[in-house]
């Protein structure tokens, strides 16, 4: 994206270097990453930089909006709706594919969007060792505008331990160590000093819960929630104290009801010049003759579970539960990085927080792919693709 950067980056790696950059990422605890981390970042424009912000904008602006609230409040299933919601996503994530538009300029387009944890503290260790060991021109920053690490800090600790003694907040999750995202659990404690504790280890007493630190029982008041609720569906082998129904003396953070609100049941409430188009299946009268232009997502999947990037018309027809579906328009990711063999496709996730009333954008992060869609299935045996960081032109 800016020519002089990449081509100064490209001419200067090495392997050698790519590996030294690898091996420190994991030395950083002793533990090895259980995801591809890609030999590059992805180097933004200012002109890219402004409509990536102009999107952000027009999608945060429909979001807040009392008609959005009011649609997307049926999204949480009855069996599975949590009781103390909060009117807001403490945490929100906007994924774009960056494409193009009719007149060839490049084009951020919503593809997903949660309100749910992601990897607002991996993404610091990153940023770290990526100048480290390469060479991050000063005037490319990750973070956004006004911004520095200190008031980043300053804000995630707010809205996370809102106050609190951290050892009174933790970071939920099922088997943590288990998890490809343990390195950002690890870097959670690192940075603002809470720790991630399993759900199994968790002790219930009356309508308060507790869990073990330095051999003691440790009330926890808030919970930094990273439990997703198909994946513990799908573990009866996990026993834990308390059911998420329970009226809990604890504040969520994000409370469980925005993972289903924000997320792809979103979409077809959303429109604009960066929003592709979105239907639920059980609203789509006439099945589209050029289903090679659309894509399947089931609901509620997590990490691109179920995605039909191929849609096969009979097997669409056969989908009996229709309302667990949406039908999107494809976008055409653009390849634009330029890699020593093929170009790599970027897909932008935008780190954000509700924050002081209104929701606001920190930091990013970035999955490049040479594949058809971005996960590993589509991308084996490539190199300069998987997880990343941007850097904005400032």
């Known amino acids: 994206m800016i020519k002089s950067i990449r081509n100064s980056y490209n001419s200067e790696f090495t392997v050698e270097k790519y590996e030294k950059f690898v091996k420190s990422l994991n030395d950083e ?55 103390n919601e909060v009117p807001y996503a403490d945490v929100l994530s906007l994924d774009f594919a960056i494409c193009k538009d009719e007149s060839g300029e490049f084009i951020p387009k919503l593809i997903e969007l949660q309100g749910f944890a992601s990897l607002y503290f991996y993404q610091v260790l990153l940023d770290q060792k990526f100048r480290e060991f390469f060479n991050i021109p000063e005037n490319c920053r990750s973070l956004f505008d006004g911004i520095d690490y200190d008031e980043y800090f300053k804000i995630l600790n707010d809205v996370i331990i809102g106050g609190a003694d951290p050892e009174n907040v933790i970071l939920l999750e099922i088997e943590p160590e288990k998890q490809k995202t343990f390195i950002d659990f690890l870097c959670t404690e690192k940075y603002i000093g809470i720790q991630s504790v399993c759900i199994s280890d968790i002790v219930k007493q009356g309508n308060k819960l507790y869990y073990q630190k330095s051999g003691k029982l440790t009330p926890i008041e808030r919970i930094y929630n990273r439990v997703i609720f198909d994946e513990l569906l799908k573990r009866p082998d996990i026993k834990y104290d308390f059911k998420f129904q329970d009226d809990l003396d604890v504040r969520f953070v994000a409370h469980p009801n925005w993972f289903f609100k924000i997320s792809k049941y979103a979409l077809p409430f959303l429109s604009g010049v960066y929003v592709p188009e979105t239907k639920f299946l059980h609203q789509v009268t006439e099945i589209p003759n050029d289903l090679e232009n659309y894509i399947l997502k089931p609901l509620f999947s997590f990490a691109g579970s179920g995605v039909k990037y191929d849609i096969i018309l009979d097997e669409l027809k056969a989908i009996t539960d229709k309302e667990n579906y949406i039908l999107q328009k494809k976008v055409n990711y653009e390849p634009l990085i330029q890699t020593p063999d093929i170009p790599a496709k970027a897909e932008l996730r935008i780190l954000m927080v509700y924050f002081n009333g209104d929701y606001i954008p920190l930091n990013n992060l970035v999955r490049l792919s040479k594949g058809k869609m971005m996960g590993v299935d589509f991308n084996k045996d490539k190199s300069w693709v998987g997880s990343s960081i941007a850097y904005f032109e400032t």
């Open 29 to 83: 605890f002793g533990i090895n990453i259980e995801f591809r981390v890609s030999e590059t970042p992805f180097f933004i424009d200012k002109d890219l930089k402004a409509k990536v912000n102009l999107a952000i904008s027009n999608i945060t602006s429909q979001i807040k909006s009392e008609t959005f609230l009011s649609k997307i409040d049926k999204a949480v299933p009855e069996n599975l709706k949590v009781p």
